[in-house]
């Protein structure tokens, strides 16, 4: 029988997948740019909020992936600490591109993905200084990718596809690399912090051992 860590990893790996590609790299530039058309660096209003409900989307998609694979470990909420995610993932993205413009959107929205997951899945790992640690720089490392991998190619090869075919093309080459980098450094990481209900009933049987034997 597959164990239920080997279970909850998998289901990382797949969940990321489908959130970074799917919401993001698919969903992102429909809602973004399919109903609103192309842009300069100053958006309509228009634009302005059907970027936002995408974030929103993909923010919300994200959130409740990785509670229903944390049910797994633990007694988690659907929608559990979804709001930080909902604030800070679209304000984030715009504060980078309003600031420094393209790429700082897209390196601290997944920065800020990073920073909330380290704190709120902290108590849920073995070592959770090094947990903190481990998410900014695994996040910081997706976000590089994706920039560097998919900005890289958009100048390349995608510059002069016309309307949302090359907003499709830009954001799959962003997303990808990205979930890639999140779904499997992760999956290593949490094949080894993730506190799982047997790691629970290992250490309640350990500490009545102990109990017993300092009574005997």
Same mark, same amino acid.
């Given at each position: 029988?597959?164990?239920?860590?080997?279970?909850?990893?998998?289901?990382?790996?797949?969940?990321?997948?489908?959130?970074?590609?799917?919401?993001?790299?698919?969903?992102?530039?429909?809602?973004?740019?399919?109903?609103?058309?192309?842009?300069?660096?100053?958006?309509?209003?228009?634009?302005?909020?059907?970027?936002?409900?995408?974030?929103?989307?993909?923010?919300?998609?994200?959130?409740?992936?990785?509670?229903?694979?944390?049910?797994?470990?633990?007694?988690?909420?659907?929608?559990?600490?979804?709001?930080?995610?909902?604030?800070?993932?679209?304000?984030?993205?715009? *504060?980078?591109?309003?600031? &420094?413009?393209?790429?700082?959107?897209?390196?601290?929205?997944? =920065? !800020? /993905?990073? $920073?909330?997951?380290?704190?709120?899945?902290?108590?849920?790992?073995?070592?959770?200084?090094?947990?903190?640690?481990?998410?900014?720089?695994?996040?910081?490392?997706?976000?590089?990718?994706?920039?560097?991998?998919?900005?890289?190619?958009?100048? *390349?090869?995608?510059?002069? &596809?016309?309307?949302?075919?090359?907003?499709?093309?830009?954001? =799959? !080459? /962003?997303? $990808?690399?990205?979930?890639?980098?999140?779904?499997?450094?992760?999956?290593?990481?949490?094949?080894?912090?993730?506190?799982?209900?047997?790691?629970?009933?290992?250490?309640?049987?350990?500490?009545?051992?102990?109990?017993?034997?300092?009574?005997?």
């Amino acid at each position: 029988m597959e164990s239920t860590k080997n279970i909850f990893l998998k289901k990382w790996v797949r969940g990321n997948l489908a959130v970074y590609i799917g919401a993001l790299g698919i969903l992102h530039p429909l809602i973004a740019h399919g109903f609103t058309g192309d842009h300069d660096k100053l958006l309509t209003t228009c634009q302005f909020v059907m970027h936002t409900v995408s974030l929103f989307v993909f923010a919300f998609f994200l959130v409740t992936t990785q509670n229903k694979t944390f049910q797994i470990a633990v007694n988690r909420k659907t929608l559990a600490g979804i709001w930080p995610y909902l604030f800070f993932t679209p304000w984030m993205f715009w *504060l980078g591109y309003y600031t &420094l413009y393209i790429p700082f959107d897209i390196l601290f929205m997944v =920065l !800020s /993905i990073g $920073i909330i997951n380290a704190i709120q899945l902290k108590p849920l790992v073995k070592l959770p200084t090094k947990w903190v640690r481990q998410c900014i720089l695994g996040y910081l490392l997706a976000a590089v990718a994706g920039i560097v991998i998919g900005l890289g190619a958009h100048l *390349l090869f995608f510059r002069n &596809l016309q309307g949302i075919t090359r907003d499709f093309a830009t954001w =799959l !080459s /962003i997303s $990808i690399p990205a979930s890639l980098v999140i779904a499997y450094r992760f999956k290593y990481i949490l094949k080894t912090q993730i506190i799982m209900p047997e790691d629970r009933e290992a250490e309640i049987i350990s500490e009545q051992k102990n109990q017993l034997s300092k009574v005997a």
